[in-house]
Protein backbone atom coordinates (compact mmCIF):
# COMPACT_ATOMS: atom_id res chain seq x y z
CA UNK A 1 0.00 0.00 0.00
CA UNK A 2 2.77 2.23 0.69
CA UNK A 3 4.74 1.53 -2.48
CA UNK A 4 0.80 2.46 -4.03
CA UNK A 5 0.51 5.52 -2.21
CA UNK A 6 4.46 6.54 -3.45
CA UNK A 7 4.21 5.85 -6.97
CA UNK A 8 1.30 7.88 -6.68
CA UNK A 9 2.75 10.64 -5.46
CA UNK A 10 5.46 10.32 -7.40
CA UNK A 11 3.57 10.30 -10.40
CA UNK A 12 1.39 13.19 -9.67
CA UNK A 13 4.62 15.17 -9.19
CA UNK A 14 6.34 14.38 -12.26
CA UNK A 15 2.73 15.51 -14.18
CA UNK A 16 2.78 18.45 -12.31
CA UNK A 17 6.12 19.14 -13.79
CA UNK A 18 4.95 18.36 -16.96
CA UNK A 19 2.72 20.77 -16.85
CA UNK A 20 4.75 23.19 -15.83
CA UNK A 21 7.03 22.97 -18.30
CA UNK A 22 5.06 23.17 -21.40
CA UNK A 23 3.38 26.44 -19.81
CA UNK A 24 5.62 29.89 -19.08
CA UNK A 25 3.89 31.02 -15.70
CA UNK A 26 4.07 34.21 -14.84
CA UNK A 27 3.19 36.51 -11.91
CA UNK A 28 1.30 39.47 -11.63
CA UNK A 29 0.39 41.39 -8.32
CA UNK A 30 -1.68 44.39 -7.46
CA UNK A 31 -4.24 46.02 -5.72
CA UNK A 32 -7.70 44.06 -6.66
CA UNK A 33 -9.30 45.25 -3.88
CA UNK A 34 -8.30 48.05 -1.11
CA UNK A 35 -8.06 51.79 -1.18
CA UNK A 36 -7.10 51.37 -4.98
CA UNK A 37 -8.62 48.85 -6.59
CA UNK A 38 -9.50 50.14 -9.98
CA UNK A 39 -5.74 50.20 -10.53
CA UNK A 40 -5.17 46.86 -10.07
CA UNK A 41 -8.48 45.79 -12.04
CA UNK A 42 -7.58 47.57 -14.91
CA UNK A 43 -4.04 46.66 -15.04
CA UNK A 44 -5.21 43.22 -14.71
CA UNK A 45 -7.42 43.01 -18.03
CA UNK A 46 -4.85 44.95 -19.79
CA UNK A 47 -2.56 42.03 -19.11
CA UNK A 48 -5.46 39.43 -19.53
CA UNK A 49 -6.28 40.55 -23.25
CA UNK A 50 -2.43 41.11 -23.78
CA UNK A 51 -2.28 37.40 -22.71
CA UNK A 52 -5.28 36.26 -24.94
CA UNK A 53 -3.28 37.71 -28.11
CA UNK A 54 -0.50 36.22 -27.37
CA UNK A 55 -1.39 32.72 -26.96
CA UNK A 56 -3.79 32.89 -29.53
CA UNK A 57 -0.70 33.96 -32.08
CA UNK A 58 1.16 30.32 -30.55
CA UNK A 59 2.47 31.85 -27.29
CA UNK A 60 6.29 32.32 -26.70
CA UNK A 61 8.31 29.79 -27.63
CA UNK A 62 6.08 27.30 -28.42
CA UNK A 63 4.24 27.43 -25.39
CA UNK A 64 1.16 29.48 -23.82
CA UNK A 65 1.57 31.48 -21.29
CA UNK A 66 -0.42 31.54 -17.87
CA UNK A 67 -1.04 34.34 -16.02
CA UNK A 68 -0.90 33.75 -12.23
CA UNK A 69 -2.48 36.64 -10.26
CA UNK A 70 -1.87 37.87 -6.68
CA UNK A 71 -4.36 40.59 -4.77
CA UNK A 72 -2.27 42.50 -2.45
CA UNK A 73 -4.88 44.46 -1.26
CA UNK A 74 -3.71 48.10 -1.77
CA UNK A 75 -1.14 46.91 1.10
CA UNK A 76 2.66 47.20 1.20
CA UNK A 77 3.09 44.42 3.62
CA UNK A 78 0.44 42.08 1.59
CA UNK A 79 2.62 43.12 -1.58
CA UNK A 80 5.77 41.44 -0.51
CA UNK A 81 4.00 38.15 0.36
CA UNK A 82 2.10 37.95 -2.55
CA UNK A 83 5.75 37.78 -4.38
CA UNK A 84 7.27 35.66 -2.09
CA UNK A 85 4.60 33.82 -3.05
CA UNK A 86 4.95 33.95 -6.97
CA UNK A 87 8.07 33.02 -6.68
CA UNK A 88 8.92 30.63 -4.38
CA UNK A 89 5.99 28.60 -4.14
CA UNK A 90 4.45 29.22 -8.26
CA UNK A 91 7.96 29.23 -9.52
CA UNK A 92 7.17 32.30 -11.90
CA UNK A 93 9.87 33.27 -13.96
CA UNK A 94 8.96 37.23 -13.97
CA UNK A 95 6.63 39.18 -12.49
CA UNK A 96 4.25 42.17 -13.66
CA UNK A 97 3.30 44.80 -11.23
CA UNK A 98 3.09 46.83 -8.77
CA UNK A 99 1.04 49.56 -9.90
CA UNK A 100 1.84 52.02 -6.69
CA UNK A 101 4.53 52.62 -5.86
CA UNK A 102 4.70 51.84 -2.28
CA UNK A 103 4.16 48.14 -3.49
CA UNK A 104 6.64 48.40 -6.23
CA UNK A 105 9.04 49.14 -3.56
CA UNK A 106 7.60 46.39 -1.24
CA UNK A 107 7.60 43.66 -3.68
CA UNK A 108 10.93 44.63 -5.84
CA UNK A 109 13.51 43.50 -3.67
CA UNK A 110 12.79 39.77 -3.53
CA UNK A 111 12.32 39.58 -7.20
CA UNK A 112 15.88 41.16 -7.31
CA UNK A 113 17.11 38.51 -4.61
CA UNK A 114 15.62 35.96 -6.46
CA UNK A 115 16.86 37.30 -9.91
CA UNK A 116 13.55 37.14 -11.16
CA UNK A 117 13.09 40.24 -14.20
CA UNK A 118 9.83 42.47 -12.69
CA UNK A 119 8.25 45.50 -14.68
CA UNK A 120 6.30 47.64 -13.18
CA UNK A 121 3.43 49.07 -15.65
CA UNK A 122 2.97 52.35 -13.53
CA UNK A 123 4.87 52.95 -10.66
CA UNK A 124 6.43 56.24 -11.14
CA UNK A 125 8.60 57.00 -7.99
CA UNK A 126 12.61 56.78 -9.07
CA UNK A 127 13.23 54.72 -6.46
CA UNK A 128 11.64 51.47 -7.60
CA UNK A 129 13.85 50.56 -10.32
CA UNK A 130 16.96 51.70 -7.81
CA UNK A 131 16.35 48.55 -6.15
CA UNK A 132 18.46 46.41 -8.65
CA UNK A 133 18.98 45.50 -11.98
CA UNK A 134 16.15 43.20 -12.18
CA UNK A 135 13.52 45.73 -11.91
CA UNK A 136 11.94 47.94 -14.84
CA UNK A 137 9.50 49.61 -15.15
CA UNK A 138 7.25 51.15 -18.81
CA UNK A 139 6.67 54.24 -17.58
CA UNK A 140 7.21 57.68 -17.35
CA UNK A 141 9.00 59.00 -13.88
CA UNK A 142 8.19 61.22 -11.44
CA UNK A 143 11.04 63.86 -12.22
CA UNK A 144 9.63 64.03 -15.58
CA UNK A 145 5.76 64.24 -14.62
CA UNK A 146 6.44 66.82 -11.39
CA UNK A 147 8.68 69.03 -13.83
CA UNK A 148 6.02 68.55 -16.90
CA UNK A 149 3.24 70.07 -14.64
CA UNK A 150 5.08 72.53 -13.18
CA UNK A 151 6.33 74.15 -16.62
CA UNK A 152 2.73 73.59 -17.72
CA UNK A 153 1.39 75.51 -14.94
CA UNK A 154 4.02 78.47 -14.91
CA UNK A 155 4.12 78.60 -18.53
CA UNK A 156 0.70 77.68 -20.10
CA UNK A 157 -1.37 78.63 -17.27
CA UNK A 158 0.72 81.33 -15.67
CA UNK A 159 0.14 80.57 -12.19
CA UNK A 160 3.02 81.84 -9.56
CA UNK A 161 1.23 81.11 -6.79
CA UNK A 162 0.04 77.43 -6.03
CA UNK A 163 -0.33 75.50 -2.68
CA UNK A 164 0.05 71.47 -2.39
CA UNK A 165 -1.49 68.96 -0.54
CA UNK A 166 0.85 65.83 0.09
CA UNK A 167 -0.19 62.21 1.08
CA UNK A 168 2.85 61.92 3.05
CA UNK A 169 2.43 58.21 3.49
CA UNK A 170 2.73 57.83 0.01
CA UNK A 171 6.27 57.32 -1.86
CA UNK A 172 4.51 58.25 -5.20
CA UNK A 173 2.69 61.50 -3.49
CA UNK A 174 5.76 62.68 -2.08
CA UNK A 175 8.26 62.14 -4.69
CA UNK A 176 5.96 63.61 -7.29
CA UNK A 177 5.44 66.66 -4.88
CA UNK A 178 8.89 67.52 -4.69
CA UNK A 179 9.90 67.71 -8.20
CA UNK A 180 7.19 69.71 -8.89
CA UNK A 181 7.83 72.17 -6.21
CA UNK A 182 11.58 72.45 -6.79
CA UNK A 183 10.69 72.86 -11.01
CA UNK A 184 8.20 75.74 -9.92
CA UNK A 185 10.45 77.68 -7.91
CA UNK A 186 13.56 77.18 -10.06
CA UNK A 187 11.07 79.04 -12.75
CA UNK A 188 10.18 81.88 -10.54
CA UNK A 189 7.12 80.76 -9.44
CA UNK A 190 6.18 80.61 -5.42
CA UNK A 191 4.35 77.47 -3.01
CA UNK A 192 2.92 80.02 -0.95
CA UNK A 193 1.66 77.05 1.27
CA UNK A 194 2.35 72.91 2.17
CA UNK A 195 -0.17 70.74 3.81
CA UNK A 196 -0.41 67.31 4.11
CA UNK A 197 -2.56 64.14 4.56
CA UNK A 198 -2.68 60.26 4.66
CA UNK A 199 -4.13 57.91 2.79
CA UNK A 200 -7.12 56.57 4.26
CA UNK A 201 -8.34 59.89 5.76
CA UNK A 202 -11.67 61.35 5.19
CA UNK A 203 -11.74 64.92 6.99
CA UNK A 204 -9.32 67.42 5.11
CA UNK A 205 -11.27 70.22 5.77
CA UNK A 206 -8.62 71.81 8.81
CA UNK A 207 -5.63 71.37 5.83
CA UNK A 208 -8.29 73.24 2.61
CA UNK A 209 -8.80 75.70 5.37
CA UNK A 210 -4.82 76.63 5.66
CA UNK A 211 -4.54 76.05 1.95
CA UNK A 212 -7.24 78.57 0.68
CA UNK A 213 -6.14 81.32 3.53
CA UNK A 214 -3.07 81.90 1.28
CA UNK A 215 -5.40 82.48 -1.72
CA UNK A 216 -3.36 80.07 -4.21
CA UNK A 217 -4.25 80.34 -7.92
CA UNK A 218 -4.04 76.74 -8.45
CA UNK A 219 -3.78 73.93 -5.71
CA UNK A 220 -1.48 70.85 -6.36
CA UNK A 221 -2.61 67.41 -5.47
CA UNK A 222 -0.27 64.87 -6.34
CA UNK A 223 -2.14 61.41 -4.74
CA UNK A 224 -4.50 58.84 -5.70
CA UNK A 225 -8.32 59.22 -6.25
CA UNK A 226 -9.89 57.79 -3.55
CA UNK A 227 -8.56 60.85 -1.71
CA UNK A 228 -8.79 63.29 -4.18
CA UNK A 229 -12.34 63.53 -4.87
CA UNK A 230 -13.25 63.84 -1.43
CA UNK A 231 -10.34 66.57 -1.19
CA UNK A 232 -11.71 68.70 -3.92
CA UNK A 233 -15.53 68.08 -2.83
CA UNK A 234 -14.99 69.88 0.46
CA UNK A 235 -12.60 72.31 -0.75
CA UNK A 236 -15.37 73.56 -3.02
CA UNK A 237 -17.90 73.70 0.33
CA UNK A 238 -15.02 75.57 1.70
CA UNK A 239 -15.39 78.20 -0.99
CA UNK A 240 -12.23 77.20 -2.84
CA UNK A 241 -12.68 78.32 -6.48
CA UNK A 242 -9.32 77.96 -8.30
CA UNK A 243 -8.21 74.60 -10.19
CA UNK A 244 -6.81 71.73 -9.05
CA UNK A 245 -3.62 70.18 -10.79
CA UNK A 246 -2.80 66.40 -9.97
CA UNK A 247 -0.54 63.41 -11.67
CA UNK A 248 -1.45 60.16 -13.21
CA UNK A 249 -2.88 58.54 -9.49
CA UNK A 250 -6.32 60.61 -10.76
CA UNK A 251 -6.74 58.31 -13.61
CA UNK A 252 -9.50 56.60 -12.66
CA UNK A 253 -13.62 56.68 -13.22
CA UNK A 254 -13.52 56.52 -9.60
CA UNK A 255 -12.39 60.29 -9.46
CA UNK A 256 -15.48 61.65 -11.49
CA UNK A 257 -17.32 59.66 -9.26
CA UNK A 258 -16.20 60.79 -6.16
CA UNK A 259 -15.43 64.18 -6.95
CA UNK A 260 -18.43 65.60 -8.91
CA UNK A 261 -18.63 68.75 -9.97
CA UNK A 262 -15.75 69.76 -7.60
CA UNK A 263 -13.15 68.26 -10.19
CA UNK A 264 -14.29 70.30 -13.51
CA UNK A 265 -11.55 72.11 -14.85
CA UNK A 266 -8.79 70.14 -13.06
CA UNK A 267 -5.91 69.45 -15.00
CA UNK A 268 -3.27 66.19 -14.25
CA UNK A 269 -0.57 64.40 -15.97
CA UNK A 270 -1.35 61.04 -17.64
CA UNK A 271 0.37 58.20 -19.73
CA UNK A 272 -1.94 57.94 -22.61
CA UNK A 273 -5.38 59.73 -24.00
CA UNK A 274 -8.07 57.39 -25.22
CA UNK A 275 -8.88 60.99 -27.54
CA UNK A 276 -5.33 60.44 -29.59
CA UNK A 277 -6.19 59.11 -33.32
CA UNK A 278 -3.89 56.91 -33.64
CA UNK A 279 -4.40 53.49 -35.29
CA UNK A 280 -2.85 51.68 -32.68
CA UNK A 281 -4.75 53.25 -30.24
CA UNK A 282 -7.72 53.41 -31.32
CA UNK A 283 -7.03 49.55 -32.43
CA UNK A 284 -6.69 48.83 -28.82
CA UNK A 285 -9.67 50.39 -27.67
CA UNK A 286 -11.55 48.84 -29.55
CA UNK A 287 -10.69 45.21 -28.78
CA UNK A 288 -11.03 46.85 -24.97
CA UNK A 289 -14.08 47.63 -25.18
CA UNK A 290 -15.43 44.59 -27.12
CA UNK A 291 -13.70 42.36 -24.28
CA UNK A 292 -14.32 44.29 -21.25
CA UNK A 293 -17.58 46.71 -21.84
CA UNK A 294 -15.35 49.80 -21.15
CA UNK A 295 -13.29 52.63 -22.65
CA UNK A 296 -9.79 51.46 -21.27
CA UNK A 297 -7.88 53.67 -18.96
CA UNK A 298 -4.02 54.31 -18.62
CA UNK A 299 -3.53 51.60 -15.93
CA UNK A 300 -5.27 48.92 -18.94
CA UNK A 301 -2.71 50.51 -21.23
CA UNK A 302 0.48 50.06 -19.33
CA UNK A 303 -0.94 46.45 -18.02
CA UNK A 304 -0.86 45.68 -21.64
CA UNK A 305 2.68 46.95 -22.94
CA UNK A 306 3.94 46.05 -20.02
CA UNK A 307 3.11 41.75 -20.62
CA UNK A 308 4.01 42.87 -24.53
CA UNK A 309 7.23 44.34 -23.58
CA UNK A 310 8.13 40.91 -21.39
CA UNK A 311 6.80 38.67 -24.15
CA UNK A 312 8.70 40.33 -26.65
CA UNK A 313 11.77 40.32 -24.28
CA UNK A 314 11.28 36.12 -23.45
CA UNK A 315 11.09 35.51 -27.41
CA UNK A 316 14.36 37.76 -27.93
CA UNK A 317 16.01 35.73 -25.30
CA UNK A 318 14.88 32.44 -26.58
CA UNK A 319 14.65 31.49 -22.79
CA UNK A 320 13.15 31.85 -19.83
CA UNK A 321 16.18 32.14 -17.57
CA UNK A 322 16.13 35.16 -15.50
CA UNK A 323 19.47 36.76 -16.31
CA UNK A 324 19.23 36.30 -20.11
CA UNK A 325 15.13 37.91 -20.03
CA UNK A 326 16.79 40.77 -17.53
CA UNK A 327 19.59 41.39 -20.67
CA UNK A 328 16.78 41.59 -23.28
CA UNK A 329 14.51 43.60 -21.38
CA UNK A 330 17.47 45.83 -21.15
CA UNK A 331 18.05 46.15 -24.80
CA UNK A 332 14.25 47.30 -25.30
CA UNK A 333 14.42 49.90 -27.79
CA UNK A 334 11.61 52.01 -29.70
CA UNK A 335 8.89 49.45 -28.77
CA UNK A 336 5.52 50.47 -30.22
CA UNK A 337 3.74 50.71 -27.46
CA UNK A 338 -0.20 51.54 -26.91
CA UNK A 339 0.88 54.11 -24.75
CA UNK A 340 3.56 55.24 -26.95
CA UNK A 341 7.24 54.32 -28.09
CA UNK A 342 8.68 52.84 -25.62
CA UNK A 343 12.67 53.11 -25.14
CA UNK A 344 13.93 51.72 -21.98
CA UNK A 345 17.44 53.18 -20.63
CA UNK A 346 20.16 52.30 -18.27
CA UNK A 347 18.47 52.75 -15.11
CA UNK A 348 15.68 51.03 -16.94
CA UNK A 349 13.29 53.71 -17.17
CA UNK A 350 10.99 54.18 -20.11
CA UNK A 351 11.70 57.32 -22.13
CA UNK A 352 8.21 58.11 -23.58
CA UNK A 353 5.45 60.84 -24.12
CA UNK A 354 3.03 62.56 -21.21
CA UNK A 355 -0.04 64.03 -22.15
CA UNK A 356 -2.05 66.12 -20.14
CA UNK A 357 -5.50 65.88 -19.24
CA UNK A 358 -7.89 68.27 -18.61
CA UNK A 359 -11.65 67.26 -17.03
CA UNK A 360 -14.49 68.92 -18.70
CA UNK A 361 -18.35 67.90 -18.65
CA UNK A 362 -17.69 65.03 -15.99
CA UNK A 363 -14.65 63.76 -18.75
CA UNK A 364 -11.43 63.18 -19.23
CA UNK A 365 -10.33 65.47 -22.02
CA UNK A 366 -7.05 65.25 -23.76
CA UNK A 367 -4.77 68.91 -23.71
CA UNK A 368 -1.55 68.27 -24.89
CA UNK A 369 1.29 66.23 -25.13
CA UNK A 370 4.98 66.91 -23.52
CA UNK A 371 8.13 65.41 -25.09
CA UNK A 372 10.99 64.06 -22.20
CA UNK A 373 12.71 66.10 -25.15
Known amino acids: MRLLTGLILLTAFFFSCSKKENVILIGEYGSLTGNTATFGQSTHQGIMLATEEINQSGGILGKPVKIITEDDQSKPEEARNAVLKLIQQDKVVAVLGEVASSRSLAGAPECQRSRIPMISPASTNPKVTEVGDYIFRICFIDPFQGESMAKFAYQNLNFRKIAVLTDI???????LSQFFVNTFTSLGGTIIKKESYSEGDVDFRAQMTSLKAEKPEAIFLPGYYTEVG?????????????????GDGWDSDKTIE????????????????ADVQDSKVRNFIEKFQSRYGKTADAMAVLGYDAAMILFDAIRRAATTDGPVVRDALSQTKNFLGVSGTITLDEKRNAKKDLVVMKIENGEFKYHQTVSPD
Open 258 to 273: IGGTAVEGAYFSNHYS
Open 230 to 246: LICRQARELGYQGPFLG
Open 169 to 175: KNDYSVG
